[in-house]
Structures are given as structure tokens and as C-alpha cells.
């Protein structure tokens, strides 16, 4: 009976151990941890500095030029949203002042224009590529579904800056806001939305906020896709997201933040279109606060 026992428990222990990994090997039940700075697979490696409108603070301009590498950064700025033809060179003439010497504005308007080799070589050479202010929707009206498109996002996914104020901003999210509709009330399909170009698909993106009240437009976009916060950048005031999809704050005024996403969201009166919901979270930062996207809470101050 002994020796039956012994030979059971040493056939079950050659079985165990034959289970067990060699050494230097990983279990396949056991996930890999991931490297410190590797990001996820396909993850982009830019970053995006976003200015509200109304002018840019210090550190806008400082900034990029770190992020790329220096003052001789190649810089392509795109004058697309704007109605003046003097806005690039009015941008190139104002980087000359802050020091830059590798900036060109080109004239990238309509379709057409976002297939011209010249202009596809100039953005796959870009470090940066800065979008002005104007109509958000020239951007995207000229920009999506085009070879520029492709080639701005390669820029940003191999590690190069975008950039932009006011409308440059707003084209940002996926979600876009127009400009167009009634901000005097808190109403259902009150506010205009388009497709963006989808750089933040964590939230939607306004600008010039505080400065020009317009938390209501906000809000009501807000609680009609309330899987999204809202995020309203102030004027002379910027964001600058990391790849790591977290955000600091900089410039002189606000950043505020409407999240609806552990909200009861409520719609009623005529047409079910009059908005209201219960514990919406708002945030109000300032310059040198930090916002993680992706867990929606705040961090602290480096």
C-alpha cells in the first residue's frame, strides 16, 4: 500500500511539473507586462496643443517649439478655416518675431487643394502643422476623406505636433460643434454637430468660453451624447495632450469641463427637446491642472 502510495504521488508530481513553464519562458495564462514608454500597439505618438482663440498665451508657442525638436522645426501652417488670404503669412511674420525659422504657410482651401503634391510633400516633411482660426468647417469640408488628410495623421502618429487655435481646435473631436444654432436655451437639435477630424474622441471640444459665455451651447451637446464630456477652452488659453491621452493647462484664463456620463439625462416639453439632468459633473481648471481623458478625473499638479 506504501509503496503503491509513493509511486501515485511522485507520477502526480512528474505531471505538475511538466505543467510548469521553462524557465526564461512566460505562461500563457500570465498577460505580458508593458514596457515603460511603449504606448499601446498603435497607439500615435504626437501631441496636440490646443488654443482657445483670442490669441496665444505663453508657453502656446514656447511649447511646440520643445515638442519639436526646436525654433528651426520644420512648421506648416494651414490657413484653411480662415477668410482672410493674409492669415498664413500674418502667422510666418509673427514666428520670424518669437525667433522660428522654419515655418510656410500654404494656401490648402478646398478638395483639390489637399491633393497637390507640393502641399502632401510640405505636410510629410512637418514637425508641426498649426490650423488657425476661422470656420471649423472649411477644415474639414477641404480636409476629410482627402490624401492631406492621410498625410496630417501620419505626421501625428509618428510623433509630429498639431496645432491650432480657435477653429484649429474645435475641428479637433470627433464630435464637432459648428458654430450655428440658438445658444440662448438648453434644447435638443439646437446646436449644430459635424464629423471632425477625430484627434480627441474622448470629448468634445468649444472655444473661446468663458470669454464669450458659452457653457450653454456646450451643455446642451453634452446631454444629448452624454457618453462624451465637454471640454471649453478659454481664450488665450490652451491644452496640451500627451500621447498617454492626458492634458495640462496653460495660458491665462479657464478650461471647463461638463461630464454627463453618470448623469440621468432628462428630455421633455414639446417636441421631447427641452434638456435637463440630474448630478452632471463640472470642473473648472486653471493653468498647470492635469485631466486624464481616458479615467475622466483629474491629477495632480507637476
Not at 9 to 20: D, I, R, Y
Not at 48 to 60: K, R, S, T
Amino acid at each position: 500500500m506504501f509503496v503503491r502510495r509513493v509511486a501515485r504521488f511522485a507520477s502526480l508530481l512528474v505531471m505538475a511539473l511538466a505543467a510548469l513553464p521553462a524557465a526564461g519562458q512566460k505562461s500563457s495564462s500570465v498577460p505580458a507586462v508593458e514596457t515603460a514608454g511603449t504606448g499601446a500597439p498603435g497607439q500615435p505618438k504626437g501631441h496636440l496643443v490646443l488654443n482657445g482663440g483670442g490669441g496665444e498665451a505663453e508657453p502656446f508657442w514656447p511649447r511646440i517649439f520643445e515638442l519639436a525638436g526646436g525654433k528651426g522645426a520644420a512648421i506648416v501652417i494651414l490657413p484653411t478655416a480662415s477668410e482672410r488670404a493674409e492669415t498664413g503669412q500674418e502667422y510666418v511674420e509673427e514666428l520670424k518675431v518669437l525667433g522660428a525659422t522654419g515655418m510656410r504657410a500654404i494656401e490648402l482651401r478646398t478638395r483639390e487643394d489637399a491633393s497637390r503634391p507640393e502641399f502632401l510633400a510640405a505636410i510629410a516633411a512637418a514637425k508641426v502643422i498649426f490650423f488657425t482660426g476661422g470656420d471649423q468647417s472649411k477644415i474639414t469640408a477641404a480636409i476629410l476623406g482627402t490624401p492631406a488628410e492621410a498625410a496630417i495623421r501620419k505626421v501625428y502618429d509618428e510623433g509630429g505636433v498639431l496645432a491650432g487655435s480657435s477653429a484649429g481646435l474645435a475641428c479637433m473631436s470627433r464630435v464637432m460643434l459648428t458654430g450655428e444654432g440658438d445658444f440662448t436655451v438648453l434644447r435638443g437639435g439646437n446646436v449644430e454637430v459635424k464629423e471632425g477630424l477625430g484627434y480627441v474622441t474622448e470629448a468634445i471640444l468649444d472655444q473661446h468660453f468663458v470669454a464669450r459665455q458659452r457653457q450653454n451651447r456646450l451643455i446642451s451637446v453634452v446631454l444629448e451624447h452624454p457618453e462624451l464630456p465637454g471640454i471649453g477652452v478659454d481664450e488665450k488659453t490652451s491644452i496640451w495632450i500627451r500621447p498617454d491621452r492626458t492634458f495640462e493647462v496653460m495660458g491665462d484664463g479657464w478650461v471647463m469641463i461638463f461630464d454627463a456620463r453618470k448623469s440621468a439625462v432628462r428630455k421633455s416639453g414639446e417636441g421631447n427637446r427641452k434638456l435637463a439632468a440630474d448630478e452632471m459633473v463640472t470642473r473648472i481648471l486653471v493653468s498647470g491642472d492635469r485631466f486624464d481623458l481616458k479615467s475622466g478625473t483629474i491629477l495632480p499638479r507637476l
